[in-house]
């Protein structure tokens, strides 16, 4: 028997299962050979040249899925190939009784982990029986999982972009969503939707992140359908509700705080798994036209204290609108009709 072929298979199978498990089961992100391919894929498309890329990035999630899911399923043959090829005598021909080839190997293990096979070869030893028979549960496992975590992921893609387009629903940018929820005495209209839809949806949007990574890659190419551009918007709002907006027209501070609390604990789950700390604090929305509105305004010097006391967390939006395939500007003055950059 070679034991660095035993040896080898039994890696290259526990690599796939526990990366399988840790992927689909575990809710802990994606698993680590999972993770890094498609941040890889990610990463690549982003790169390419722009009418490419405009074409590649919507798709990016979805390619993504099917690469890891056939991944997994080559992986796992490739290990119980390499696992019978370390025996000579593991896989015989049922007629002549001589000893399988590599191809050989190849086709009987194809054979037994997606269905009974043929009967042409068999293997030698009750050992090898077992061992068999655990390909063949192995096999069963992994695709009954794929398909049971494909839907599910397909599903949670959808209330992804059903939550961006609800936040869109407020405003284009977050001047506007002041100037839409202004009652003529302060902003509780925004407030009590936040509060009784979004911020419920936004947690369950982190949950859902947590138990399949890979929707952090279904990009829509529409400024109204980007989550990272509606929750920038969203929390750049509750910024000027904050701090631009004169005193007597701004809701409770607890109020605000909840916002920034439920909108906090989707930034902190992805700096943690998917983003870097961009360089540089994103420029604060013009104001002009809350004023032309008839929103009364605070000092501006509030609102310049208040973009450098929250710099860190502009910047952790920054970096979600840029791994997004956006730039800061699409926040300031989205386009409903305007593809990514």
């Known amino acids: 028997m070679n034991i660095f072929l035993l040896i080898l ?31 890889a894929i990610w990463a ?39 696992l019978f090829c370390s025996d000579p005598g593991s896989i015989v021909n049922t007629k002549t009784g001589v000893e399988a080839g590599h191809i050989d190997r190849a086709y009987f293990t194809g054979y037994t982990l997606f269905t009974l096979g043929m009967g ?19 096999g069963l496992f992994l695709v009954t999982l794929s398909i049971t975590y494909l839907l ?28 839409e929820a202004w009652d003529g005495k302060g902003f509780d209209r925004l407030l009590r939707k936040f509060s009784s839809t979004l911020s419920p949806m936004i947690h369950l949007h982190a949950q859902r992140h947590l138990e399949y990574p890979i929707i952090h890659y279904f990009h829509s190419n529409r400024v109204g359908a980007s989550l990272a551009i509606g929750i920038a918007v969203l929390d750049e709002a509750f910024t000027l509700i904050a701090h631009a907006a004169a005193a007597e027209t701004r809701p409770h501070p607890s109020d605000i705080l909840h916002a920034r609390r439920s909108i906090g604990s989707l930034l902190n789950m992805l700096d943690s798994r998917y983003l870097r700390l961009a360089c540089e604090n994103p420029p604060p929305p013009d104001v002009t036209r809350l004023a032309e509105a008839g929103i009364p305004l605070a000092n501006p010097d509030e609102l310049d204290r208040a973009i450098a006391d929250l710099s ?13 395939g956006w730039q800061w500007q699409d926040v300031l003055r989205s386009n409903p009709a305007g593809n990514a950059g």
């Open 9 to 39: 298979g039994i890696a290259l199978l526990s690599i796939t299962l526990i990366d399988a498990l840790w992927t689909t089961v575990m809710p802990h992100g994606a698993g680590p050979i999972s993770g890094a391919v498609c941040r």
């Open 44 to 82: 690549l498309a982003k790169r390419a040249p722009h009418p490419l890329r405009k074409k590649l990035l919507p798709v990016v999630g979805s390619i993504s899925m099917l690469v890891v899911i056939f991944g997994g399923v080559v992986m796992l043959w490739l290990g119980w190939m390499v």
């Open 120 to 138: 042409d070869f068999v293997p030698r030893g009750s050992g090898w029986q077992l061992v068999t028979v655990v390909t063949s549960f192995s």
């Open 152 to 179: 599910p992921v397909l599903s949670a893609a959808t209330q992804k972009r059903q939550l961006a387009a609800m936040i869109r629903d407020l405003g284009s940018d977050p001047v506007s969503v002041l100037i």
């Open 312 to 324: 860190t967390r502009r910047r952790h939006l920054r970096a979600f609108v840029e791994d997004a």
